[in-house]
């Protein structure tokens, strides 16, 4: 099925590694301008230079999407510098992992704060002038812990869920202006967020897996890439599972 993006504008947050960096590199490579937000400079310069070595185009824009003012005070300057945004893609997140009966407040703010406040600040950014161009693709990557759980992820589990839920309201809120809000629920990936479990949680994981494998970061940008086309234009309030089949 040909993906086209051409003339697109995006905003992927989270853009510095792992599953934002795939996402930020495959919408580019389908032709869009992509504005990948995070933290780290350098690493996001990476990303711009991948991207460059693979024929797309990002632009590098540090940010901490916790930040409700700097986010704001961004966004309208994105709309501005690129006359709209048309695709944003909402990545970015951390994990604080603890039982809850040892979790500390900061573990459960911080992850809450980038998570799903996090989100709640982007979305703001953009939708007033997404619902004047009756045109916009919102993509919440979630996670499967938001559906099944996990011990030790409360605050994570909590965040994610909570994004299903805001994903779901968003799409209804903005159906009739040709908006689509969609979630991507990934399950174990390849990624510096994983590499912190312990080997024998891996296995376990693995084991559980139907498919027998972790998934890659660009398994994860290729469900993303297709929600974001017009291809999908008929699929909103949806959470699509992109988990080798553990949550089913
Ligand atoms: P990762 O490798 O740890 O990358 C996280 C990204 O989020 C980094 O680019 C980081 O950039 C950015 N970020 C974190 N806090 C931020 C903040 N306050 N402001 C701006 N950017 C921030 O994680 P990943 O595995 O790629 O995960 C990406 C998303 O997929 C997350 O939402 C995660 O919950 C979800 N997910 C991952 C898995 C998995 O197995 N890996 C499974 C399910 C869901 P800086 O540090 O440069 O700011």
């Given at each position: 099925?040909?993906?086209?993006?051409?003339?697109?504008?995006?905003?992927?947050?989270?853009?510095?590694?792992?599953?934002?960096?795939?996402?930020?590199?495959?919408?580019?490579?389908?032709?869009?301008?992509?504005c990948g937000l995070?933290?780290?400079?350098?690493?996001?310069?990476?990303?711009?230079?991948?991207?460059?070595?693979?024929?797309?185009?990002?632009?590098?824009?540090?940010?901490?999407?916790?930040?409700?003012?700097?986010?704001?005070?961004?966004?309208?300057s994105i709309v501005?510098?690129?006359?709209?945004?048309?695709?944003?893609?909402?990545?970015?997140?951390?994990?604080?992992?603890?039982?809850?009966?040892?979790?500390?407040?900061?573990?459960?703010?911080?992850?809450?704060?980038?998570?799903?406040?996090?989100?709640?600040?982007?979305?703001?950014?953009?939708?007033?002038?997404?619902?004047?161009?009756?045109?916009?693709?919102?993509?919440?990557?979630?996670?499967?812990?938001?559906?099944?759980?996990?011990?030790?992820?409360?605050?994570?589990?909590?965040?994610?869920?909570?994004?299903?839920?805001?994903?779901?309201?968003?799409?209804?809120?903005?159906?009739?202006?040709?908006?689509?809000?969609?979630?991507?629920?990934?399950?174990?990936?390849?990624?510096?967020?994983?590499?912190?479990?312990?080997?024998?949680?891996?296995?376990?994981?693995?084991?559980?897996?139907?498919?027998?494998?972790?998934?890659?970061?660009?398994?994860?940008?290729?469900?993303?890439?297709?929600?974001?086309?017009?291809?999908?234009?008929?699929?909103?309030?949806?959470?699509?599972?992109?988990?080798?089949?553990?949550?089913?």
């Amino acid at each position: 099925m040909p993906m086209s993006l051409t003339d697109k504008i995006a905003i992927v947050t989270g853009a510095s590694r792992g599953i934002g960096r795939a996402i930020a590199i495959k919408l580019a490579r389908e032709g869009a301008l992509v504005c990948g937000l995070a933290r780290n400079r350098e690493a996001l310069a990476e990303t711009v230079r991948l991207a460059e070595e693979s024929g797309g185009k990002v632009q590098a824009y540090p940010c901490d999407i916790s930040d409700t003012a700097g986010v704001a005070e961004l966004f309208k300057s994105i709309v501005k510098e690129h006359g709209g945004v048309h695709i944003l893609v909402n990545n970015a997140g951390i994990t604080r992992d603890n039982l809850l009966m040892r979790m500390r407040v900061d573990e459960w703010d911080e992850v809450i704060q980038t998570n799903l406040k996090g989100s709640f600040n982007t979305c703001q950014g953009v939708i007033r002038q997404m619902v004047k161009q009756k045109q916009g693709r919102i993509i919440n990557i979630t996670s499967v812990v938001g559906i099944i759980g996990q011990p030790g992820q409360t605050n994570y589990a909590a965040s994610k869920a909570g994004l299903i839920g805001f994903t779901k309201s968003l799409a209804k809120e903005l159906a009739s202006r040709n908006i689509t809000v969609n979630a991507v629920a990934p399950g174990f990936v390849t990624t510096d967020m994983t590499d912190e479990l312990s080997e024998e949680l891996k296995n376990d994981a693995t084991r559980a897996i139907p498919l027998g494998r972790f998934g890659q970061p660009e398994e994860i940008a290729d469900a993303v890439a297709f929600l974001a086309t017009d291809n999908a234009g008929y699929i909103t309030g949806h959470v699509l599972q992109v988990d080798g089949g553990i949550a089913m």
